[in-house]
């Protein structure tokens, strides 16, 4: 009996001790979810905000992707608050049972961030749901408009499933494919999938996915294809209804492997073709003298009929007169060294003559861009300042001037050909135009893209000494352990990006003495080696997006330092005193969520761009009274009177001086320091500020290179300005409206008691306000989410350059322009290019009489359907409508309400039908 008991005595002990074990277990996991959802919750709120402002433009629709994250984000929260009134209502051993519902949340959460991380663009542009036409050169040649032809024929053809189009490089295998993809995008109303499974280590769940998205009835086309790519691994597209596959690559060989059933070769240009093209890219008439005439010629056959290399020689030669200028290129095209065989090695010849003709610095820049991998879209912004930081660009000038010359190079290497334009802010290289670019490094630059190259080298490649400059573009993690190390004594610049690494010992800078240029950006770096303060010739220190990274070493030896960018990064604080031991430091960025060191910033005597935060306006104005003895030019500033662990590094294409300012009270500050050369002014969340915004103006000492206003989140601010102040403008235009007559873009969001843009306009203004004065520079104007505003309150006279009008989810918004009486029939908006009218369910005029918009593109209209009638006006006898008018684009759901719509002649509606499409938003 007694061991009876003691085994009971032992089992209930065992139990009470599990009990108590999960309980503290359970506290533990609660604790862990709820510091782990707070940070997804920050995240969703900055994602969800950013998307917000983007869609403010018309042109951005986020992801669908992102949107359903964002969903999920929001089922997880109702799901967490649910869990925490389970654990403090239910009883004790219901408790014990949440255990395990409260770690399987935890995993969500966790998945929910990872799968954040791998987002790209948050955004897709409106156009691209569609797809977007891409940019094409003109394609030159019968053969050309023949392979266009048959292309064509081949997809209208049930029998062909998949076509392959091949020949050498630089033919134009690529340019023919975009044609294609362009003219299906014109024939046909299919959108375009836009899916990316970069994120999804599995083959069969990306074919499942690719699967899901794809559906029936799609063209997938596959550019520069070097290997046979199994199709099973691609969700085996060809198996649906009515798919094709269309290829491009230099091999015939493989387009048999890969089974196309209808195979293109793209050859190169006739003579007279080649002529044509050269004579094009040279952008004039070839009205020279006979002699001069027949060298151009004869150049343009060095070319042998390639497109690639008529367009780069053609480019590097464009603008030139001189017959001695032509006559000495063509002699070194024809040195006999540079003669080769293979057709290939003859493209090499003519790039590299034109490489030869570029200047120094440019030669610089353009090598530079090697580093990237292979068909790698290249951003300009960092491309740009990469130039500078790496000395190609004169070391002498400005900050502000070696960003125009870095851009100027940038401009020129795309017009002559060595480097693609990839959109407005990206460029790309050609994998010809990369490979010669190399080939002229001599093997001292080098890109590895995967983590088995870089230990095999580390390991085995003695060659490596006389690297120059690496770049460690692995798409995979990377960790370089202890003992590892480069023997690379002359490399002066070294990039590790894409995600890579994770890990990096001391041993793996030790022999990198000469190392001047370490970048890591976007990196999974969690801490730094304490050896890089060894470096001591460093230059620049790029860190910004290692969003892991939370400290960093003492680098008090690197006396040299000129650039140093924390951007983004998990840094808090720097150690104090640090920006001190940076005597020659010109560039510096730090993360929002850290407060600049305004007193150690003060003291940088070289610095020429700063970007960070500050606490409050008074801190602002310590840092621009600096600016008035210093040479600073760059600036972007937040100004964030909050927690700061609510904070983002947003990304800023126009690095133009900028200052936003968050939660801040005005009330008892000095803003005059807001007119200290900003471009760009933010104001969020502020308090203080009277009921007409203008009166912030005023006090402000002639700010006028303030470009950019955006106010969002005000209670007080009930208009722009009043009518008064309007009779002012034209009294005392000095004195008042200087910062009205530059502004050029106004963006008003969740102003809950706002008005109107002018309050008082329904008044008659005698004499009326001079135009140069009042919104005379004025483009874009936007207003979101503005509901006791009844009437817009835009002059009908005062906007000469106005280009366009978004205004959105105004509840009580009646009408947009108001015309007095006598002010005429027609108000004319020379330039409006946009009108966007989006959610306003009591919209009834957009303007109480006819609009002339000789300039006007596009029209999109969603839920307005109080609206009557579109205030267009076009000559009623024309057989066509506005001849800028490409698009109007209105929500499938008011199909009806648009076929209602009334019109001052009845051949309106027929003649603008055409344009109209309906969109599911």
Not at 397 to 411: P, V, W, Y
Not at 656 to 680: K, M, P, Q, T, W
Not at 859 to 884: G, N, R, V
Request: aromatic share 8%.
């Amino acid at each position: 009996m007694d061991s009876f008991f003691s085994k009971l005595w032992e089992k209930l002990g065992e139990y009470v001790s599990d009990i108590l074990r999960d309980k503290i277990n359970l506290e533990s996991t609660l604790e862990t979810l709820e510091q782990d959802f707070s940070s997804l919750s920050n995240k969703a709120i900055d994602i969800a905000e950013a998307i917000e402002k983007a869609e403010l433009s018309g042109k951005k629709k986020r992801k669908r992707e992102v949107e359903e994250w964002l969903e999920q984000v929001k089922m997880i929260e109702n799901q967490i608050r649910t869990l925490e009134r389970e654990v403090r209502t239910e009883g004790f051993l219901r408790k014990f049972l949440i255990g395990d519902q409260a770690v399987q949340l935890s995993a969500s959460v966790n998945k929910l961030v990872k799968q954040s991380r791998h987002f790209g663009e948050l955004l897709v542009d409106v156009s691209k749901m569609r797809g977007e036409p891409l940019l094409t050169n003109n394609l030159f040649g019968k053969g050309f408009k023949e392979n266009l032809k048959r292309i064509w024929n081949s997809l209208k053809s049930d029998k062909v499933s998949s076509i392959g189009i091949y020949g050498m490089g630089g033919v134009g295998k690529t340019a023919l494919a975009k044609h294609i993809q362009n003219i299906i995008l014109e024939k046909c109303q299919e959108k375009r999938v836009c899916l990316d499974i970069s994120d999804e280590d599995s083959e069969d769940k990306r074919a499942a996915r690719l699967n899901r998205a794809i559906g029936n009835n799609f063209i997938l086309i596959l550019d520069d294809v070097w290997q046979n790519i199994c199709l099973e691994k691609l969700g085996d597209p060809l198996h649906f209804s009515g798919c094709k596959l269309i290829l491009t690559t230099r091999s015939f060989e493989l387009c048999c492997r890969m089974g196309c059933q209808e195979k293109i070769r793209v050859k190169k240009l006739h003579r007279d073709e080649a002529w044509d093209l050269f004579k094009q890219i040279l952008e004039q008439d070839i009205a020279l003298a006979p002699e001069i005439e027949e060298i151009v010629k004869n150049m343009a056959k060095v070319c042998d009929g390639l497109p690639l290399g008529i367009i780069v020689l053609a480019g590097s030669m464009r603008g030139e007169t001189s017959i001695e200028v032509w006559r000495n290129q063509l002699n070194k095209l024809r040195d006999p060294s540079m003669v080769q065989d293979d057709e290939e090695d003859k493209v090499f010849k003519v790039l590299k003559y034109s490489f030869d003709r570029l200047e120094e610095n440019h030669k610089g820049c353009f090598l530079r861009c090697s580093l990237y991998p292979e068909d790698f879209i290249i951003w300009t912004e960092p491309l740009v300042n990469e130039f500078i930081s790496e000395e190609l660009v004169d070391k002498r000038k400005s900050r502000r001037s070696q960003l125009d010359e870095a851009h100027s190079i940038l401009n020129k290497l795309v017009k002559i050909g060595l480097l693609e334009s990839a959109g407005s802010h990206d460029v790309k290289m050609h994998d010809l135009v990369r490979a010669m670019a190399l080939k002229i490094t001599k093997r001292k630059y080098m890109v590895i893209s995967d983590s088995w190259s870089l230990k095999k080298i580390l390991i085995e490649g003695d060659w490596i000494k006389d690297l120059e400059k690496v770049s460690l573009m692995c798409k995979d993690v990377i960790e370089i352990p202890d003992g590892m190390s480069m023997v690379c004594p002359n490399l002066t610049t070294l990039i590790c990006g894409q995600q890579n690494p994770k890990l990096i010992s001391d041993s793996f800078f030790s022999r990198l003495d000469n190392l001047c240029f370490l970048n890591l950006s976007g990196s999974k770096i969690r801490k730094l080696p304490n050896c890089l303060s060894n470096l001591e010739k460093l230059k620049s220190l790029d860190f910004s997006y290692c969003q892991n990274l939370v400290d960093i070493p003492d680098l008090g030896k690197l006396k040299k330092l000129k650039e140093f960018n924390l951007c983004a990064t998990a840094i808090t604080k720097l150690p104090q005193g640090l920006l001190l031991n940076f005597p020659l430091l010109e560039v510096l960025r730090l993360p929002y969520a850290m407060k600049a060191p305004v007193k150690e910033i003060v003291s940088l005597k070289c610095l020429e761009e700063f970007n960070g935060r500050v606490e409050n306006v008074f801190d602002l104005n310590k840092y621009f009274r600096y600016r008035k003895s210093q040479f600073l030019s760059i600036f972007l500033i937040l100004v964030f009177g909050g927690d700061s662990k609510h904070c983002n590094d947003a990304v800023y294409r126009d690095r133009g001086n900028r200052v936003d300012v968050h939660g801040c009270n005005f009330a008892n500050e000095d803003l005059s320091v807001l007119a200290h050369d900003i471009r760009y002014l933010g104001l969020k969340d502020c308090k203080g500020l009277s009921n007409s915004l203008l009166d912030l103006f005023p006090r402000l000492n002639k700010p006028c290179s303030l470009k950019f206003l955006d106010i969002r989140h005000f209670q007080e601010i009930e208009c722009f300005l009043d009518n008064e102040l309007f009779l002012m403008a034209n009294l005392e235009p000095e004195s008042r409206f200087l910062p009205l007559s530059n502004l050029e873009e106004i963006e008003l969001v969740r102003l809950p008691n706002f008005i109107a843009l002018v309050r008082g306009i329904g008044a008659a203004i005698q004499p009326p306000p001079p135009q140069e004065i009042v919104f005379s520079s004025l483009r874009i104007l936007t207003i979101f989410d503005c509901n006791r505003m009844r009437k817009l309150g835009l002059p009908s006279s005062a906007f000469p350059n106005l280009e366009r009008i978004i205004t959105g989810r105004c509840n009580e918004l009646e009408e947009i322009i108001e015309v007095q009486e006598g002010e005429g029939r027609v108000v004319s908006l020379p330039k409006l290019k946009e009108l966007f009218l989006w959610e306003l369910p009591r919209l009834k005029s957009i303007c109480n009489t006819t609009m002339s918009c000789d300039s006007i593109e596009r029209i999109e209209l969603m839920i307005c359907p109080e609206l009557k009638e579109l205030p267009l006006y076009f000559d009623p006898a024309s057989p066509s409508p506005p001849q800028t008018l490409k698009e109007i684009w209105v929500s499938k759901e008011d199909k009806e309400w648009w076929e209602s719509l009334e019109w001052e002649h009845r051949t309106h509606s027929h003649l603008l039908q055409p344009l109209v499409h309906f969109a599911s938003w």
